[in-house]
């Protein structure tokens, strides 16, 4: 297959927090790794997979604070988004939706025992939580629910769009993917030991940072992740596809096009950041220890992406010092039953607003 070596920018070259791995690192994965196997959920051959990924890392790497408990359930956190996307990778939209029921329902309800012959994701679901919460203030569980309801929701849609071909636009695209990265789940569990008022979580300044935060996650695990994802072909739901068809270029101009983007959303991060508004003492240590959360998350999902096996096998670290990549070419020179791009924005969001989610349209051009 033809393909083009691309130099993949660093999106975090302008980011000042630096790489920082949480030292109850090794207990957590050996703990969490423990726990995940006695389920049996892959063969051989994809637990092996699955270790070589070690999520136990990731988790360490995004989640600076916390004591071995917290650190336990950021890991089990990991575990049940990549149990859950393997699940669903393959399926369509209705086994999708009966599997993302399940899981809420297991989440919701960890005190609840599961019906017999019911797929694992629930229970897995349920014995998270049932351990999570134990450590968890009210308002970490509260938006963990809720924005695990709107990742499940989203990647029911994803598997719709997989099913009938639909490709995006880059606009359209960042209102499903900032529910399907799991980001927002993800930066739930940064508060596990705060308590911040909800009127302060939700100041525009916070919300505004916590989207930028998960767009550059996004957009770096698309940069790393196309290649892997053009071999098992599931990269429609991509921003390096998104916007070669948009855009009509390659993947050496598509992988420009994020940096520069990418770059912008880093500024606008750093830039709120800044006008952060003081609320006094007590409050503003819990509002300086949420926004470092979120941009260790940004370092060290970065960080992850080649010091672990998931997207560059063991050339992580060559790739990194590099930044070269062997990309294939545009999704339609291979796959003829992709579509011509559709600037179908309008319908797209009405569906995301049906679903219940948060649209934005207009950052995906920003930059």
């Keep these: 297959m033809a393909g083009e070596l691309v130099n993949v920018p660093d999106l975090l070259r302008a980011w000042p927090w630096e790489r920082n791995l949480n030292e109850h690192y090794e207990e957590a994965k050996a703990a969490s790794l423990?726990?995940?196997?006695?389920?049996?959920?892959?063969?051989?051959?994809?637990?092996?997979?699955?270790?070589?990924?070690?999520?136990?890392?990731?988790?360490?790497?995004?989640?600076r604070y916390g004591d071995i408990a917290r650190c336990r359930t950021s890991t089990d956190l990991m575990t049940l988004f990549y149990a859950f996307d393997e699940y669903t990778d393959v399926e369509d939209e209705f086994v999708t939706r009966y599997m993302a029921d399940i899981l809420m329902d297991g989440l919701r309800n960890p005190d609840k025992a599961r019906p017999q012959g019911e797929c694992f994701l629930g229970e897995i679901a349920r014995q998270f939580w049932a351990l999570g919460r134990k450590t968890s203030s009210a308002m970490a569980e509260r938006h963990l629910i809720e924005s695990m309801q709107l990742y499940v929701d989203g990647v029911v849609l994803q598997?719709?769009?997989?099913?009938?071909?639909?490709?995006r636009t880059v606009d359209s695209y960042w209102a499903l993917r900032r529910h399907t990265s799991g980001c927002l789940p993800s930066f739930a569990l940064v508060e596990l030991e705060l308590d911040m008022p909800e009127e302060i979580y939700r100041h525009p300044l916070?919300?505004?940072?916590?989207?930028?935060a998960l767009y550059i996650i996004s957009a770096g695990n698309d940069l790393y992740s196309y290649p892997v994802e053009r071999a098992r072909g599931h990269a429609l739901h991509n921003?390096?596809?998104?916007?070669?068809?948009?855009?009509?270029?390659?993947?050496?101009?598509?992988?420009?096009?994020?940096?520069?983007?990418?770059?912008?959303?880093?500024?606008?991060?750093?830039?709120?950041?800044?006008?952060?508004?003081?609320?006094?003492?007590?409050?503003?240590?819990?509002?300086?220890?949420?926004?470092?959360?979120?941009?260790?998350?940004?370092?060290?999902?970065?960080?992850?992406?080649?010091?672990?096996?998931?997207?560059?096998?063991?050339?992580?670290?060559?790739?990194?010092?590099?930044?070269e990549?062997?990309?294939?070419?545009?999704?339609?020179a291979l796959d003829a039953r992709l579509p011509a791009l559709r600037d179908d924005i309008a319908g797209d969001v009405e569906r995301l607003k049906i679903a219940g989610m948060q649209i934005e349209v207009g950052d995906g051009l920003a930059g």
């Design 34 to 63: 423990e726990w995940f196997t006695g389920f049996q959920a892959f063969d051989p051959k994809s637990q092996d997979a699955f270790n070589r990924c070690d999520f136990a890392k990731l988790a360490m790497l995004a989640y």
């Design 239 to 323: 921003l390096v596809t998104v916007v070669m068809h948009q855009m009509d270029v390659g993947p050496q101009e598509a992988a420009d096009w994020i940096g520069a983007w990418s770059d912008s959303i880093v500024r606008d991060f750093l830039e709120c950041r800044a006008r952060l508004p003081s609320w006094g003492v007590e409050v503003d240590i819990q509002v300086k220890q949420y926004v470092d959360g979120l941009a260790y998350w940004v370092r060290g999902n970065d960080d992850w992406s080649f010091e672990s096996q998931r997207y560059f096998g063991t050339t992580g670290e060559a790739v990194r010092r590099t930044r």
């Design 325 to 332: 990549v062997f990309m294939p070419p545009r999704v339609d």
């Design 206 to 212: 916070l919300e505004r940072m916590r989207d930028c």
């Design 159 to 167: 598997s719709e769009d997989r099913t009938h071909d639909r490709l």
